[in-house]
């Protein structure tokens, strides 16, 4: 085949740097952090070196191909099957050890592989030494050192993979093994042939094992054939089912453990004859580990840490928002006094005014506050601490019926509910990554954090910051809880031990984080040009539409029709106006139209500059609507059903719209008992 067609897998641990070096190729912008569970999906992307085109293909991590979750088996059928031709096995060279044992596997399959071993800088760092000359004799494949966060080696790499993309193993494998021990005939032939090879009585059978398969399925399974006879040697289920064959006077136990085993027994012998100085250790990791990860002390940092991102989400995103709101009145005025001038009817100079600027413009000025957020999200999230929360939440988690690999995807959660529910392909079973669907969208996204900032703002003053927070917390405890009751229900939820990997603390990539921050921001951009915009269309004319036409009043508008309709389910939880039901009916679009929304409905003009909040909260003030009602009001927004983005990949990961619609009923019902809780508690205090 030729180069220009030559179709490259990226494959690796979680963790091991592996979608930083497929953006470093490509230029893609896939989302990078220091923790595992980021890519549930295969990636594609293409590069061009020296006028040819290589297809990279960017799948999950796997710690292996036996396939338990969702993750693994994206990996491992498309590695088997003819669409890659070569598999590049990104390995975290600062950890060896670990990594080698998918290498292993993955030289078994039988197909074309190079070892990237990436993260060379911290090895040099650490002060180790890996034997490049000898790895590769002992693995009988290309080993190519790189280093994806500072685009080193990456060149070298790509030469490799097109020099080796016909060649299933390296010019010479070199053990030294004493095979005069051995009774196993082609023993010698063995470790010419194969980097690992077993102990004598595992040989044998996976001899006879290729040979059956061979007689009964001739070309089926000649091309990845000792792979085969080890998986089924090892009981997989897959190939039990791919080859119905009777083995049974083969296997006369279970060899799965005695081959991991020995396979682990084999890296020993790589490490300890290509790795250097592997002691020194990254003591620094350790004592932080000490706090950050102590049985104790691990969640309440956590709070502290997420209530400091808060406190700089405020202090330093509303400095920089009140430029931003300047701006905008500045561009009412100016528009408002051109459309005048032109002639433009008062119907249309509202529509653009009090519609379209007052809703879109009113979003955008909570775009320092998102953009704080999410640079703050972004350097935890690369800087490793991440992974640690979920083994924080692994003893909680664990009492509610979850392990703390469930937390992964509701951390997601704080940033969008989109990705986050596509994450829960990372549990192992159907049933967590179904009670984990149902709970992620109660964490606070950065849509609804608009609501939070300018119903606390208004109503909490100084203690705005802790009104905010709060939200974070309360839906973080409410999760928890409907996850706790969930378990109650269902008495034969078995509880899935956490393994994950701690990934050491690093100095955050400052490409990684522009990377992350920059999609969040296009996204909110997005948003706000598109659904934001049609909404505020929308909202202004069913707010200026009645049934005789064009009216200035909102009261005889259809939207106050529609808004009066619900209000008395609305009156128990404090939020009985036809203006407030209105605006959460339009939330479910998208959460930050809730804002724009009560822009409109209120009939006040750049509702987030300090002349608007006032107009807003007098309005307010008069029609009964005070910190009480703010607070029931941000919980609802909190609970109650998720944008329709969410909803459709709800649907997606489900599979039924009858469960999908269940959710949202839950979420519905659960917004309302918890703001009515919060509505009568508050009335007591």
Known sequence: MSTKELTIGFVGNPNCGKTTLFNAYTGANLKVANWPGVTVEKKEGAMRLHDETYRLVDLPGTYSLTSYTMEETVTRQYILSDDVDVIVDVADASALERNLYLTLQLIELGKPVVLALNMMDIVQERGMEIDLHRLPEMLGIPCVPVSARKKTGLEILIHTVAHHKDKAQGEKIIHHHDLEKSRHEGVEEHHK??????????????????????????EESKENLRWYAIKILENDQEMKERFSMDFS????????????????????????????????????????????????????????????????????GDWLKGYFEVGLEWLT??????????????????????????GVGGILT???????????????????YMARVAYVMDGIMGRIGLSGRAFLPMLLGFGCTVPAVMASRVLENRRDRMKTILITPFMSCSARLPIYVLFSELFFGDQAMVAAFSMYVLGLALAIFSAYVMKLLDKSADNDMLLIELPEYKTPNAHTIRVYVWEKVKDYLSKAGTTIFVASIVMWLILNLGLHGFTTDMNQSFGAMIGKVLVPIFVPIGLGYWQIVLALISGIAAKEVVVSSCSVLF?????????????????????????????????????????MAAV?????????????????MFQLVTAWVVAFLVFWIGGMI
């Open 648 to 664: 459709a990949t709800i649907k997606k990961e489900t599979g039924s719209w009858r469960l999908t619609i269940a959710m949202a």
């Open 366 to 384: 909570f775009l320092p506050n998102i953009f704080i957020l999410f640079l703050a999200l972004a350097f935890l999230e690369d800087s490793g």
């Open 249 to 316: 006077d083969i296997i006369d136990q279970d060899y799965e453990k005695e081959i991991i085993n020995q396979k682990f027994g084999f890296i020993e012998e790589v490490i300890a004859e290509c790795v250097a100085n592997r002691a020194k250790k990254a003591e620094s990791t350790d004592r932080t580990d000490r706090i950050l990860t102590h049985p104790v002390l691990g969640l309440p940092v956590f709070l502290l840490i997420m209530a400091g991102v808060f406190f700089l989400t405020f202090t330093v």
């Open 603 to 643: 009939g006040v003009g750049n509702v987030t500059t300090q002349t608007g909040m006032l107009n807003l909260s007098t309005l307010l003030s008069q029609m009964g609507f005070g910190a009480r009602n703010a607070y029931a009001l941000m919980v609802f927004c909190l609970l109650y059903v998720p944008c």
């Open 193 to 218: 042939r194969y980097a690992m090879v077993y102990s004598d009585e595992i040989e044998d059978k996976i001899d006879e094992i290729e040979e059956r398969l061979l007689r009964e399925y001739q």
């Open 333 to 358: 005025v100016v528009v408002a006094d051109r459309l005048v001038s032109v002639g433009v009817t008062e119907m249309l100079i509202s529509l653009i005014t009090d519609g379209i600027i007052s």
